[in-house]
Nanobody
Framework: QLHVVESGGGLVQPGGSLRLSCEAS????????VTWFRQAPGKVREGVSC????????RYADSVKDRFTISRDNAKNIIYLHLNSLTPEDTAVYSC??????????????????????WGQGTQVTVSS
């Protein structure tokens, strides 16, 4: 049974940076594709970025492309999301979700109910001056 926990959120000024972590326990993250989602109050959940099980494939939402970077350290069982050039529009709860996928080196930023096997509780990111 995989258990994932996010950390690294906080309050940051516009233009600042944060590094979010999605740490797994109970099992290895190998062969799991992981997606970061975010949800702001009153808004729909948005897929931000994803990374395939072996890390060869990554995807980004247009809203964060060239500002956010996703990476994984399978030895440490952690997925990172580096957030740069933050704006108030990036304020949201950021959650990671893992999907078992040992068959292809692919991932998705599209949310679909039931698609992902494990979810974390989320970490709050607030961008404000």
């Amino acid at each position: 049974q995989l258990h994932v926990v996010e950390s690294g959120g906080g309050l940051v000024q516009p233009g600042g940076s944060l590094r979010l972590s999605c740490e797994a326990s109970g099992s290895t993250l190998n062969y799991y594709a992981v997606t970061w989602f975010r949800q702001a109050p009153g808004k729909v959940r948005e897929g931000v970025s994803c990374i395939s099980g072996r890390g060869y494939a990554t995807r980004y939402a247009d809203s964060v492309k060239d500002r956010f970077t996703i990476s994984r350290d399978n030895a440490k069982n952690i997925i990172y999301l580096h957030l740069n050039s933050l704006t108030p529009e990036d304020t949201a709860v950021y959650s990671c979700a893992a999907k078992w996928n040992p068959y292809s080196d692919a991932c998705t930023v599209v949310y679909e109910k039931g698609r992902f096997d494990y979810w974390g509780q989320g970490t709050q990111v607030t961008v404000s001056s």
